[in-house]
């Protein structure tokens, strides 16, 4: 156990929907990392959050939100979701950037 | 031309060989160097974590960065078929999101 919790693991959905990802990080780590990761493109970074802000973006579609909340935990939402969208998200955390935790993954299935 | 370039693989070595994983990239700026082990439909784990240029070793591990051709290696020494992974390396600069580029990783078959 990394001490990055992800939840759901997997997810099936259809396109058109919209779904929320959830994360808890490493406890005392203040930032969270979102990374999409598919076959073809590898780990592609998102969004990070800081205690709360919002401190980079990556090549997030603007379908795709993310929030960080005061207890630290963070959600990405994706909606409108194409077949596209199929892969694994990825949650990481960290205290001083030294390097990631990353969590076990959700496995986002669109129909 | 991406930021970081890694041969996909796939690597097959036999069991008890050195293996050599490398990465190139493009950006000058890039200071701090990691190197992460993935097992199948598993998350990332840190494997090493270097700063500038120079060696690390841990254990079988040694990390390499040599900044003036752009080029990072990792080696494992007598590799195990529990060695059998992807290998992501992952870079970045020193601005302070602490956002980091990663390769596309490279998969390695280490045959009992």
């Known amino acids: 156990d990394s001490g990055v919790t992800q939840t759901p693991k997997h997810l099936i959905t259809a396109t058109g929907q919209r779904v929320t990802l959830r994360c808890s990080p490493r406890?005392?780590?203040?930032?969270v990392y979102w990374y999409q990761q598919s076959l073809d493109q590898g780990l592609q970074f998102l969004i990070q959050?800081?205690?709360?802000?919002?401190?980079a973006k990556g090549n997030i579609l603007e379908r795709f939100s993310a929030q960080q909340f005061p207890d630290l935990h963070s959600e990405l939402n994706l909606s409108s979701l194409e077949l596209g969208d199929s892969a694994l998200y990825f949650c990481?955390?960290?205290?001083?950037?030294?390097?990631?935790?990353f969590g076990s993954g959700t496995r986002l299935t669109v129909v | 031309q991406k930021e970081v370039e890694q041969d996909p693989g796939p690597l097959s070595v036999p069991e008890g060989a050195i293996v050599s994983l490398n990465c190139t990239y493009s950006?000058?700026?890039?200071?701090?160097f990691m190197w992460y082990r993935q097992y199948s439909r598993k998350g990332p784990e840190l494997l090493m974590y270097?700063?500038?240029?120079g060696n690390k070793e841990d254990g079988r591990f040694t990390a390499q960065v040599d900044k003036s051709s752009k080029y990072i290696s990792l080696f494992i020494r007598d590799s195990q078929p529990s060695d059998s992974a992807t290998y992501l390396c992952?870079?970045?600069?020193?601005?302070?999101?602490?956002?980091?580029?990663f390769g596309t990783g490279t998969r390695l078959k280490v045959l009992a």
């Open positions: 959050y800081y205690n709360g802000e919002e401190r």
């Open positions: 990481a955390s960290s205290v001083d950037g030294s390097g990631y935790t």
């Open positions: 992952a870079m970045r600069g020193t601005s302070g999101t602490y956002k980091y580029i």
């Open positions: 950006n000058s700026a890039f200071q701090y």
């Open positions: 406890s005392g780590d203040l930032s």
């Open positions: 270097t700063y500038s240029s």
